[in-house]
């Protein structure tokens, strides 16, 4: 594992000195670049907490829900699972209009790759709580606590932590996914670096440097969900 | 009226050819993904460090970073090199490299669940590495990650509509092309979405009785009862 970052690390800095050493204008775009980066990091927060939210959200309701909740929810789930991201992407640009539902592309953006991003988390979330062992739910029961408060209390805590490594990946996943949303005129990272090529034709460093900025971003995504993961098996007792 | 049949059946054709390029891309990109991920796991478990570390440093980088990035990269940075690739042919190894780094964590996973015993008694028997790679571990590493793979290649179907950012003429592309010839984004969109659906559904169903199939004989070997 550390050995893996190690290699990371040093290909990152390799890259990204090779960049900097080769192109004397490097300032000049610099800045243009950070803007699409602080955009990029923008959408992929927002779409993140949309993502939980719809996840935990999709996941209750698969499980839990009554008849057309839970049909409701395994439909969200499959169509978002099932067809690509541009695909819902467009369709929510494209064709929501037409239906008299103008957002901003910002707005398509981050519910675009929340309700993605959700459906494939909802399926993890589910797994987590699956993964919970039996006996809790007994214990709840013999303890006389209601199915929604032994699902609050007892059950979710404990399945939060065996999802926090399926999220970190999914998180990362969304990052990479907020590459489209330049194809809807946001300009984000890759937006400015298409923009930036067309002006100054660096096209080896520009696009080099975007990618060493995403990697960048998933590595401080990766330390994250480490820490919170340590953070969070603190008091949770091992094996059973 | 939100939706137009006659419009529907008018761009069904264009559509219906447009799909047999994203299937061509699909099966290409994962033809690549799929060779390359074994290269590049074989690579990854290698004893000498200075091959396995850049080779972990290359995977971890391509995870990390979008795939319509490594497309753009392919396609335009390639150029400043000397290889121009048309559109069709960087899309395929962009998308086959992502997926390939996929794989090739698929495949190590299954490599390194080969007993070691197999290696040593391949040993005992004086067989060469390659012919034990090639008769003795690839066989028994390959089927129990099947179902995996297949999950990729859905994934990696899901992704070819990324093609259109490099004017790929695959269905996203045309549906678009479409929608700005007649102002109408509904009904392509729409039917590109619903065969996206579709096919990755009957994937999955196959995937599964892949599954079910691998299950069976991987447990009872040479299918006797």
Not at chain 1, 54 to 66: F, P, S, T, V
Request: glycine share 8%; net charge positive; hydrophobic share 55%.
């Amino acid at each position: 594992m550390q050995l893996r970052q190690l290699a990371v690390c040093a290909i990152v800095f390799f890259t990204a000195g090779l960049a900097v050493s080769s192109f004397a204008g490097f300032r000049e775009f610099i800045p243009g670049l950070l803007q699409g980066a602080w955009v990029t990091i923008q959408i992929t927060v927002g779409g993140s907490l949309l993502a939980v939210v719809m996840a935990l959200i999709g996941a209750m309701a698969k499980m839990y829900g009554l008849g057309p909740i839970r049909w409701l929810a395994v439909a969200y789930i499959e169509i978002f699972r099932g067809t690509s991201a541009l695909v819902q992407l467009f369709w929510l640009f494209f064709v929501l209009p037409h239906f008299g539902v103008v957002l901003d592309p910002m707005t398509v953006a981050i519910a675009a790759l929340g309700l993605n991003v959700g459906a494939y988390g909802a399926e993890v979330v589910r797994g987590a709580v699956n993964s919970v062992p039996r006996g809790q739910w007994e214990a709840s029961v013999a303890l006389n606590m209601p199915r929604a408060l032994a699902l609050r209390r007892i059950i979710l805590p404990q399945a939060f932590v065996a999802m926090i490594p399926p999220w970190g990946n999914l998180f990362i996943e969304l990052l990479k996914a907020t590459a489209l949303v330049s194809l809807i005129t946001i300009s984000d990272l890759t937006f400015k670096a298409q923009q930036m090529n067309q002006i100054t034709f660096r096209t080896v460093e520009i696009f080099t440097i975007v990618l060493v900025m995403y990697l960048a971003i998933s590595i401080v995504i990766t330390v994250g969900t480490r820490t919170l993961e340590t953070i969070a098996a603190r008091g949770i007792a091992r094996g059973r | 009226m939100f939706w137009d049949w006659s419009y529907v059946w008018e761009i069904m054709p264009a559509l219906l050819r447009a799909s047999l390029v994203t299937i061509q891309a699909t099966v290409l990109g994962f033809i690549l993904a799929a060779v390359l991920g074994l290269v590049l796991a074989i690579m990854r478990m290698s004893k000498t460090n200075w091959i396995s570390i850049p080779t972990a440093g290359f995977v971890e980088f391509i995870r990390s970073t979008p795939v319509l990035i490594q497309i753009f990269f392919i396609y335009f940075v390639f150029p400043e090199f000397g290889v121009v690739l048309p559109a069709m042919v960087a899309g395929v190894i962009a998308l086959g490299l992502h997926y390939g780094s996929y794989c090739s964590e698929v495949y190590r996973a299954g490599l390194e669940n080969i007993p070691s015993g197999q290696w040593e008694a391949s040993i005992a028997l004086n067989l060469s590495p390659y012919i034990t790679f090639r008769d003795i571990i690839i066989p028994q590493a390959i089927p129990p990650v099947v179902p995996a793979l297949g999950n990729y290649l859905v994934a990696l179907f899901k992704e070819t509509p990324l093609l259109s950012a490099i004017a790929v003429l695959e269905l996203m592309q045309t549906a678009k092309i479409l929608g700005s010839e007649s102002f109408r984004y509904v009904e392509p969109i729409t039917i590109v979405g619903a065969f996206f659906l579709v096919m990755s559904l009957v994937a999955a169903a196959l995937i599964r009785r892949v599954e079910a199939y691998l299950n069976r004989t991987l447990r009872n070997p040479g299918g006797a009862r």
